[in-house]
Every structure is written in structure tokens, then in C-alpha cells.
């Protein structure tokens, strides 16, 4: 499966897909609270039959003629994803959904067979010179500028608004892509920290730009202004629009970065070791940076690159002891507090950093433990300025299993 994310044109045809968008939200509420009042006699939450069959009552009643508007599909989703979050309270230990303003509603889901696209020919050239397409939903067409060839059947049509108000469209194709490159024959450890964003095994480090932090002064400022102006007022409209904005362009920065450093890694190493983090843990110590850096969503990135790749982003297990062991002789040094940058070992005396040598263990444990060979650190007058994986070149070669 491949999913590709359009821009719609902003015009005023728009506003059809903003009104159904509504009316879905609308919907979601009312079974949302019919649901609810089920859960608290009943200890459980309603079905998606029963939810389905009610909905069809409703359309037909004067009260609820505009249900009708928006595509039946769309509203069943809603009704099935309802269900599905009911189920899931008991097994994921969750509280129920939340209600929602409706015009906050993001999401409708649409079939791809029932969404059909067209090219539009004579148009107007967009900025990057990608051709215009049209797609229809629910009888009508929006405008679109398509920005990555279609590949394979298009198999679902998903619209979601964001907080400024901007409609996108996912399309997701039954198609995987895979890009063949060259293999390198090389296996490295990651560390993950607060200071450097990754540690690379082979000592290399790779820092984040902390878009978040960037961004801090002016998103301060604006938060500043739209606490001043009149509750529901055109003009806190405009400063909420202004708040969002600089959330978007956090997220866009984040992503972007994450992207082009999963490529780099994953063109670079065909077997990645990370260790599994403990993120609840983390935030406690380190708070808002460990959201900054964005780790979990990095990885996902990642993985999506390395399998395009036909390379492998392995985890080694969470409880094996990597910053408090020295890589050279193992020895367990239980003195280590987390202000310890950098230490010497009591046992052989090498001079350690500590994510260097966190990274070097993570790859000592991942080949370990997938069973591809040996680790061993090349010490030089005291430091570590390397390692060797002794590994048959074979195995490297044959990741594919592990993937
Ligand atoms: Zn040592």
C-alpha cells in the first residue's frame, strides 16, 4: 500500500465539502452520546449493525433529511470506527471517545472505485508544473495538483481538513514501491539522546535542529495576542489561524528533517540497531525536547525508507543494560548517573563517551542476538575510535529475513 497526500484547490466549491465534513461530525456526536447511555447500562459499547440500521431510520425522518447529504459510505465508516473504540476500551484500558465540535471533524473516508479521477487538460500551470487533475466525490469535482504518478488501483479516497481550515486528500494504491540500491555491506548501532538526536556506532553524530525550540518566541507571541482578543470575534478567528499556522510549519520542518535523515541512513547501512525506548520514561526526565525530536515518528519514517530499501531496522531488547557496561571488557559500572557525559572504565581504563559507547553496545547486542557474528571495538591510546563486526558476509547480505 502506498498513500499519497494532495492539496485541493481552495476555491469556493470547497465549501460543499466543509458542509459534509460538518454533517459528519454531527452524526459522530449523536452516536457518540447514544452510545454512551448504552455503555452505562449495558457494559458495552453499541454495534456497528445496530448504530447502522438506527442511521437509516434517522435519514428518512424530516428532522434528519441533511444525513442524506453526505456520501453513505463515509457516515458508516464513522459509525464502524465508533464501534471499533467502544470494543477497544476494555482490551487498550481507554477511556471513551471525546465529543467534538463538528466543525473540528478531520476526517471522511470515501471508496476508491467510488472516487474517480480525470485529468484536466488545458489547465492552468501550477507552481511546480505537476498536472491538474480532478477528482469526484460525492457527485462533485475538486481540483487537485497531482504530485506523484499513480501506480496501482486506487483503492481508498481519504478528505481530512486541517486547523487551518485546508482540505487534503490521501490516496492510498495497492502498490509498494521498491527502490533497489546497492547494498554496503554495513551494520551500525543508534543511540538516541537529548544532545546529539542520534550516535552512530562508528562515532558518527547527527544533531536535530529542535524545530519546536525555533519556533518558541513566536508561537509565545502569538498565543500572547490571541488570549487579548474577544471570545469568538473574527479577529481571535484570525490569531488562531496565525497559532496554527506556526504548528504547521513545526510539523513540516520536523517531517521534512526526519525524511531526509531516514533516506541518508537507510541508503548508507543495510542493518540498523535501535534500542526500544521507554518514551513515557524519557518524557519524565527530559519533558517537552523528547516531544521536540519526535523519536517514535523518526523511526516509523525510517522503517518506511529502509523497507523501500530492502534494508533492516532491527530493536534490540529494552532491559539490556547499553550506557552502564563498557564495550570493551563489559564491565558493569553501577556508578553512572546521568550527568556522567563521559567516563573512564575502572576495569581496563578506556575513555568512554557515553552515547558512543551506548551505540557500540546496542550493536554488539543486536548482532548478538540475531546471531550475525561479532562486535569488537578498535581501541587507540585509551579511546575507542571504531568498530569491526566480524560477521560472515552472507549473513549481512541475507537481512532480508529479519525485515
Ligand atoms: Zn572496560
Not at 48 to 54: G, L, V
Not at 68 to 73: E, H, K, L, M
Not at 363 to 386: C, D, M, T
Request: aromatic share 10%; hydrophobic share 35%.
Amino acid at each position: 500500500m502506498r498513500n499519497t497526500k494532495h492539496k485541493l484547490f481552495d476555491d469556493k466549491s470547497l465549501k460543499r465539502l466543509h458542509d459534509e465534513l460538518n454533517i459528519c461530525g454531527v452524526v459522530r456526536n449523536h452516536f457518540l452520546a447514544l452510545s454512551m447511555r448504552y455503555y452505562r447500562r449495558y457494559g458495552k459499547g453499541l454495534s456497528y449493525s445496530k448504530m447502522s440500521k438506527h442511521l437509516t431510520k434517522l435519514k428518512r425522518l424530516e428532522k434528519y433529511q441533511h444525513w442524506n447529504i453526505p456520501y453513505a459510505w463515509s457516515l458508516q465508516n464513522i459509525l464502524k470506527r465508533l464501534a471499533q473504540s467502544f470494543r477497544e476500551m476494555r482490551t487498550h484500558k481507554r477511556g471513551h471517545p471525546q465529543f467534538k465540535k463538528c466543525q473540528k471533524h478531520k476526517g471522511m473516508t470515501f471508496d476508491g472505485a467510488q472516487a474517480p479521477l480525470e485529468k484536466v487538460f488545458n489547465a492552468q500551470k501550477n507552481e511546480r508544473n505537476h498536472p491538474t487533475y480532478n477528482i469526484r466525490l460525492n457527485g462533485r469535482w475538486y481540483r487537485f495538483a497531482l504530485h506523484r504518478e499513480i501506480k496501482g488501483e486506487i483503492k481508498q479516497v481519504h478528505v481530512t481538513r486541517d486547523a487551518l481550515g485546508d482540505l487534503y486528500i490521501t490516496l492510498t494504491e495497492d502498490y509498494s514501491e521498491v527502490i533497489p540500491e546497492p547494498k554496503t555491506g554495513k551494520a551500525e548501532g543508534f543511540d538516541m539522546g537529548i544532545k546529539d538526536f542520534l550516535t552512530g556506532s562508528g562515532g558518527q553524530r547527527w544533531t536535530s535542529p529542535m524545530f519546536y525550540k525555533q519556533n518558541a518566541k513566536k508561537l509565545a507571541k502569538a498565543q500572547q495576542t490571541y488570549s487579548r482578543k474577544v471570545k469568538g470575534s473574527q479577529n481571535q478567528e484570525r490569531d488562531r489561524k496565525t497559532i496554527a499556522r506556526i504548528h504547521k510549519k513545526t510539523a513540516n520542518q520536523r517531517a521534512d528533517h526526519h525524511w531526509k535523515l531516514a533516506i541518508e541512513l537507510s541508503r548508507n547501512f543495510d542493518i540498523l540497531f535501535f534500542e526500544d525506548l521507554n518514551l513515557t520514561g524519557m518524557k519524565r526526565l527530559w519533558g517537552k525536547q523528547v516531544s521536540d525530536l519526535a523519536f517514535g515518528e523518526f523511526l516509523e519514517k525510517l522503517k518506511h525508507q529502509a523497507k523501500k530499501r530492502i534494508k533492516s531496522v532491527l530493536k534490540v531488547d529494552e532491559w539490556s543494560p547499553t550506557t552502564k557496561c563498557c564495550s570493551v571488557c563489559e564491565h558493569k559500572n553501577e556508578n553512572l548517573t546521568l550527568a556522567d557525559r563521559e567516563w573512564a572504565c575502572p576495569s581496563c581504563n578506556t575513555h568512554l563517551d557515553r552515547d558512543h559507547n551506548a551505540a557500540i553496545n546496542i550493536l554488539k547486542e543486536g548482532v548478538a542476538s540475531f546471531g550475525l557474528g561479532a562486535v569488537r571495538p578498535i581501541v587507540l591510546l585509551g579511546k575507542i575510535v571504531g568498530c569491526s563486526v566480524e560477521a560472515s558476509s552472507s549473513l549481512l547480505h541475507s537481512t532480508n529475513a529479519f525485515a
